[in-house]
């Protein structure tokens, strides 16, 4: 059998209930190593000539006696002690094969009775790919397949075929999760039915698709300036402590800043400022850590201003128009390369309506969150966007650079605005201007194939 001779040619163990899928294995196997005719009989124990010389017929035999009783020991190497002690008495690869077939391949009425109550049964589990689910549903598929009838015509086979195709896919596709419902609905309605391979390789798709959605969404954060962070509305129960030395609410003496700026030079007061989301309208709770008493400093949203501006004085930036963001309006729409959706406050811009228990909650940049109530396409006269997050708490229409990258289109961003470009045609569909660090939208239509409709947003 030369260098390529190996002990263990299958990964699978013949248990019995396996027998199906060890069968394929070592016939495949058997096949690639072209010793399958051993398997079924057609080469037999040859029988000397009546004009060979015994050393020829030597020859031949010992060939072919070493080429069955290799197959011989691969059989008992793939079984288990009580499937391999069957084969002391056999003496052939023939005679082994047809013993396991006849007592392991079962094809009585009660078995096909509990094969399809299983297919019938089948769901595909929570984080389960479409790969290990077709697995174990063509596990199935192929032990039924001992039940189907031997057909003479070739007509009749290949009818019989396309046929049982047709059914393994509407099989498969029932037993999906929900939340291949849009592409499950989208194959149904093709005419003709497309094949099983078609199918899985659609489903391949999205379910990249969903993995790349689930990555974003497991820490969605609205990233917008700090003015539009503190914009963002929340519990009106939030209580303000008092400061007795400036006499300013929102902390106390023992963190005033007042009294941290006036310390010595040299003494080590530098703060890193980390923004957070307001849980008032009027207010924000935002930190300044000390490296050298890790005290934390809660501050009205004046004093927050205050300071966010003496710092962009001192480092010689502008703050007026950093400063300048006010809430969103029906009309203004903002790019958010962060926001893992688009995402509104405005309930009477939704055209269509989905309420669904399972929506993500969404973060900000202060761990706090905000709740989306429902999803639906936006539609107005002057705007139209599919799959919009409406999230009561927002304070800015906001539009999902991530999600207008997943359709394909190219986002270039610079000093003098930004734009949307259709890689496909060099077109531009959208545009942008520069408000300080946000980018607002002032056109976008989408292509119909993008969205199912005219989509187009405009400020």
């Not at 946000?438 to 239509?445: D, P, Q, W």
Request: proline share 4%; with cysteine.
């Amino acid at each position: 059998m030369d260098k390529l001779e190996v002990s263990m040619p299958i990964q699978t163990i013949l248990n019995g209930s396996n027998y199906i899928l060890w069968a394929q294995e070592m016939s495949s196997f058997l096949r690639g190593r072209k010793l399958w005719r051993y398997v079924t009989g057609n080469l037999r124990e040859p029988s000397q000539a009546v004009e060979e010389d015994d050393d020829t017929f030597a020859g031949r035999l010992e060939e072919w006696e070493s080429k069955n009783h290799q197959i011989l020991t691969w059989f008992r190497n793939t079984s288990i002690p009580s499937i391999k002690l069957q084969f002391g008495r056999l003496n052939t690869a023939k005679e082994a094969w047809d013993l396991l077939a006849g007592r392991y391949s079962t094809s009585d009425i009660a078995h096909q009775y509990q094969l399809l109550g299983n297919l019938h049964r089948m769901r595909q589990e929570t984080g389960q790919s479409i790969n290990d689910f077709l697995s174990s549903m063509h596990a199935i598929w192929d032990q039924l397949a001992l039940y189907e009838p031997t057909w003479d015509s070739t007509i009749d086979a290949r009818k019989f075929a396309e046929y049982r195709d047709r059914m393994r896919v509407m099989q498969f596709l029932m037993a999906l999760n929900d939340e291949y419902e849009p592409v499950r609905a989208s194959l149904l309605h093709r005419d003709p039915l497309p094949h099983l391979e078609v199918v899985v390789s659609e489903l391949l798709t999205e379910e990249t698709r969903l993995a790349t959605l689930k990555a974003q969404r497991a820490t969605p954060l609205v990233s917008t300036p700090i003015d539009a962070v503190l914009a963002t509305s929340g519990s009106s129960s939030w209580h303000k402590p008092y400061c007795t030395h400036c006499r300013r609410p929102g902390h106390r003496a023992s963190n005033c800043y007042q009294l941290q700026s006036k310390q010595p030079t040299g003494t080590n007061n530098r703060s890193r400022f980390r923004g957070a989301a307001a849980r008032r309208p009027s207010t924000a709770a935002s930190v300044i850590e000390d490296s050298s008493t890790s005290s934390s400093v809660t501050l009205s949203l004046d004093d927050l201003r205050s300071t966010v501006r003496s710092i962009l004085q001192e480092t010689g930036t502008s703050s007026s128009s950093t400063l300048s963001v006010t809430p969103g309006t029906h009309d203004s729409w903002f790019f958010d390369s962060a926001c893992c959706n688009h995402m509104t406050s405005h309930s009477n811009l939704f055209k269509s309506k989905s309420y669904n228990s399972q929506a993500p909650i969404i973060h900000t940049a202060d761990n706090s969150q905000m709740i989306v109530s429902h999803t639906g396409n936006v539609s107005t006269p002057t705007l139209s966007l599919p799959d919009t997050f409406m999230v009561p708490n927002l304070s800015l229409n906001l539009i999902s650079v991530g999600q207008l990258c997943e359709l394909g289109f190219d986002i270039h961003f610079s000093l003098n605005g930004c734009r949307v470009q259709d890689p496909r045609t060099g077109q531009t569909i959208g545009t942008g201007r520069k408000v300080g660090r946000l980018f607002e939208l002032v056109s976008l239509k989408l292509p119909n194939s993008f969205t199912g409709c005219a989509a187009t947003v405009s400020s």
